[in-house]
T-cell receptor
Framework: DAGITQSPRHKVTETGTPVTLRCHQT?????MYWYRQDPGHGLRLIHY???????DKGEVSDGYSVSRSKTEDFLLTLESATSSQTSVYFC??????????????FGPGTRLTVL | DQQVKQNSPSLSVQEGRISILNCDYT??????FLWYKKYPAEGPTFLIS?????DKNEDGRFTVFLNKSAKHLSLHIVPSQPGDSAVYFC???????????FGPGTRLSVLP
């Protein structure tokens, strides 16, 4: 299994509070991603990173920011959580490859509830 | 508008029979496709992939078929086992791109 962990695994917070989710990898992979999973929508990309301090927006980036100061850590921040951000959040990592093994490896997920 | 569609939210199959999960895409730039399997309370795990230079890829009980002209791919599981019960996501990328677009998933239930 790819060495990827997420913390916390569960969090309940109130509307308007800031929340930070952490993704940590031990694979030294270049690419890291944050997705949210919601019923009927599958996995939607929030932000991704292609190197230290190099990040870009995904499909559903509004209300989220990210930071990557080290290869192994990718942080997702909700500056002011809203109930619409209640979801399961997955981090994924991927190496730099153009070959057939071009897949992402996912973390175990963080279930976030915003009351 | 979803670029990757899985029009069957759920599918039930008897153990030992074939499971066929379908996926359609709209972006003609997509040329690499993957299937992921997800159990409850776990992250998705990679199952099988196919590039557009092929129309079939096989790995044990799992086979993925790609029909580029129809922008359609399917995952066949033969024989289906109760442990295959999970949500299956189809994903696509362009030119071995670094980002993937995922479909909404199909929940497969294999009945003993």
């Amino acid at each position: 299994d790819a060495g990827i962990t997420q913390s916390p695994r569960h969090k309940v917070t109130e509307t308007g509070t800031p929340v930070t989710l952490r993704c940590h990898q031990t694979e030294n992979h270049r690419y890291m991603y944050w997705y949210r999973q919601d019923p009927g929508h599958g996995l939607r990309l929030i932000h991704y990173s292609y190197g230290v301090k190099d990040t870009d927006k995904g499909e559903v980036s509004d209300g989220y920011s990210v930071s990557r100061s080290k290869t192994e850590d990718f942080l997702l921040t909700l500056e002011s959580a809203t109930s619409s951000q209640t979801s399961v959040y997955f981090c994924a990592i991927k190496g730099l490859t153009s070959g057939a093994d071009n897949e992402q490896f996912f973390g175990p997920g963080t279930r976030l509830t915003v009351l | 508008d979803q670029q990757v569609k899985q029009n069957s939210p759920s599918l039930s199959v008897q153990e030992g029979r074939i499971s066929i999960l379908n996926c359609d895409y709209t972006n003609s730039m997509f040329d690499y496709f993957l299937w992921y399997k997800k159990y409850p309370a776990e992250g998705p795990t990679f199952l099988i992939s196919i590039s557009s230079i092929k129309d079939k890829n096989e790995d044990g009980r799992f086979t993925v078929f790609l029909n580029k002209s129809a922008k359609h791919l399917s995952l066949h599981i033969v024989p289906s086992q109760p442990g295959d019960s999970a949500v299956y996501f189809c994903a696509a990328s362009a030119t071995y791109g670094q980002n993937f677009v995922f479909g909404p998933g199909t929940r497969l239930s294999v009945l003993p």
